[in-house]
């Protein structure tokens, strides 16, 4: 049997001056990399020689959206990306610069696209509005709009927001208020979940009721938590590692391909059992499957195309409504529980308000008072909280787009056709140059004018629901959701950190979750005052 010999190895030590040029070109880039790394006063990513800027990734896991916002601060608010060399297209644009967002998303919009990479990273919400390009963009945004806008989604969103408040939510903060330590994230993603499924598909499935809670989560609500992470990881490694997995159908890859099985049997099952019912029964409903269905369809789209469409405007709306709702009320009573000032103005707010609507109706008591969307329509102070929040933690912490052709940024940075555009929203609430001086500060009074009113800013300014033709329809009534629920515990309980060294930062995710849960202790109002 032969030698077998490695021609390009044999090459260099027939020419060492190629082998000694190459160290010397790789030691030499190393050690300017290294000294622009030390030439800021907080860690920033530097592009070292064949990894790129991975390291600063590798180095930062668990923490990255607070190190990419010291790195945004640091470079002026824009960096460019440089993935691994052999990577290919691991290259983006990195930005919280109000003035490069609102020309991406509103000025010069038809230039930036969801994308294919977008689209392929979160395939498991198919072809519906949240990853559509321009071409099939339009007709799903104006049939989601006629949807969002009906009076009567509207009133049947709120309330079932309401109800699902009053006999979920309230007994089960009922139930645990005994001084018993409560992970309150898994609480709310419980309710949250309850709430949208029963939106979507006016069926309640009860996870928080008192039998239910320790219980494992719904496997429909378990399915989302993992896309969640399989689609943050894909955004982390390079394109080509994850795609590898998911030939291979190993590791998250092959959990979210099992979450995507759960989603569609779950899905497809109510879209089945909808076309059961007559006619007329199947278009009464004012859920969003009974109004999405009631909807003329295209006469070119067949069957299966009618239900893949169905299942993936469902599936959208969940992962929107579910996990992003229950993330900002986390963040929101952590808020609450670290700055007491502020809770005491809200009692004071809702304990005026109970007196002028009586929520709740006839015989209620005290501890069980549930507001309802009128009530909290009223509730300003409340209203700036909310907003305050989403400030600093924006449930959907980054938005990115892609350029469909070449183009000059505001400040003059060039992109180039294809090249990603990642706009942190979380380092956009912790910017001086855009929030001023106290940013930092959990401040809900910066959203009050001098009468009291809302202050209304910008969306390129405070963009936690997007900006331009691509803006959140469901913005309203998720800040509506998120009041009705906090009115309720605020005005009934009181929430507070379980102390003990239990950390709560946010978690390295598509979604601001938290890394750690967040461990309380819920006590009846009147027994906590």
């Not at 409560?182 to 949250?192: D, P």
């Not at 399915?223 to 955004?235: C, D, L, N, Q």
């Not at 299966?304 to 929101?332: C, P, Q, Y």
Request: a neutral charge.
């Amino acid at each position: 049997m032969g030698i077998i010999t490695l021609p390009s190895f044999s090459f260099l030590l027939s020419y060492p001056e190629f082998l000694l040029a190459a160290v010397s070109f790789l030691a030499i880039s190393s050690l300017r990399a290294a000294r622009r790394r030390h030439r800021h006063a907080v860690p920033v990513p530097v592009s070292w020689p064949v990894v790129g800027m991975l390291p600063f990734v590798v180095s930062n896991l668990g923490h990255l959206l607070d190190a990419a916002t010291g790195a945004l601060r640091e470079l002026g608010c824009t960096f460019m990306f440089r993935g691994p060399w052999l990577a290919g297209g691991a290259d983006f644009l990195v930005t919280c610069d109000p003035a490069i967002l609102h020309h991406c998303l509103v000025a010069n919009h038809s230039n930036y696209d969801k994308g294919h990479d977008f689209a392929e990273m979160f395939d498991v919400v198919g072809e519906g509005l949240l990853v559509a390009d321009a071409a099939s963009w339009a007709p799903q945004r104006r049939l989601a709009a006629a949807v969002f806008s009906s009076a009567a989604f509207r009133s049947f969103v709120l309330s079932t927001v309401v109800r699902q408040t009053r006999r979920l939510l309230v007994p089960f903060l009922e139930h645990v208020a005994n001084g018993r330590l409560v992970e309150m994230e898994e609480v709310l993603m419980r309710y949250s979940f309850d709430v949208s499924y029963a939106v979507a598909f006016a069926a309640d499935v009860d996870s928080l009721s008192v039998a239910n809670a320790a219980a494992a989560f719904p496997a429909f609500g378990e399915a989302t938590r993992v896309t969640g992470e399989a689609v943050m990881f894909r955004h982390i490694v390079p394109a080509r590692v994850w795609k590898v997995m998911r030939w291979l159908n190993v590791g998250v890859e092959r959990r979210l391909a099992d979450a995507k099985a759960v989603l569609d049997e779950s899905v497809y099952r109510e879209i089945a059992n909808r076309k059961k019912k007559s006619a007329a029964v199947a278009g009464e409903g004012h859920d969003l499957l009974s109004m999405y269905m009631a909807y003329p369809r295209d006469a070119d789209m067949t069957d299966e195309e009618r239900d893949r469409s169905l299942r993936d405007a469902a599936v959208g709306f969940m992962f929107a409504a579910k996990d992003l709702i229950a993330a900002a009320m986390t963040w929101l009573l952590y808020m609450l529980a670290t700055h007491p000032r502020v809770e005491a103005k809200i009692l004071a707010e809702l304990t005026s308000l109970h007196h002028h609507h009586h929520a709740g109706g006839d015989g209620e008591h005290r501890e069980h008072v549930v507001f309802d969307g009128e009530a909290v329509r009223s509730a300003t102070y409340l209203h700036a909280v909310v907003l305050e929040t989403l400030r600093l933690y924006p449930p959907a912490p980054f938005e990115e787009k892609e350029a469909t052709g070449d183009d000059e940024l505001p400040g003059g940075t060039t992109v180039r056709k294809g090249t990603r555009v990642v706009f942190c929203l979380y380092a956009m609430g912790r910017v001086e140059g855009i929030w001023g001086e106290d940013c930092w500060e959990f401040r809900p009074e910066r959203w009050l004018t001098g009468t009291g009113k809302i202050r209304q800013e910008p969306t390129y300014k405070f963009a936690t629901f997007n900006a331009g033709p691509r803006s959140c329809l469901g913005r309203d009534l998720g800040i509506t959701n998120i009041k009705i629920a906090t009115a309720a515990i605020v005005y009934n309980f009181r929430v507070e950190l379980a102390g003990g060294g239990h950390v709560v930062e946010p978690k390295d995710s598509v979604v601001l979750h938290t890394k750690n849960g967040l461990m309380v202790r819920v006590k009846r109002r009147e027994e906590a005052a």
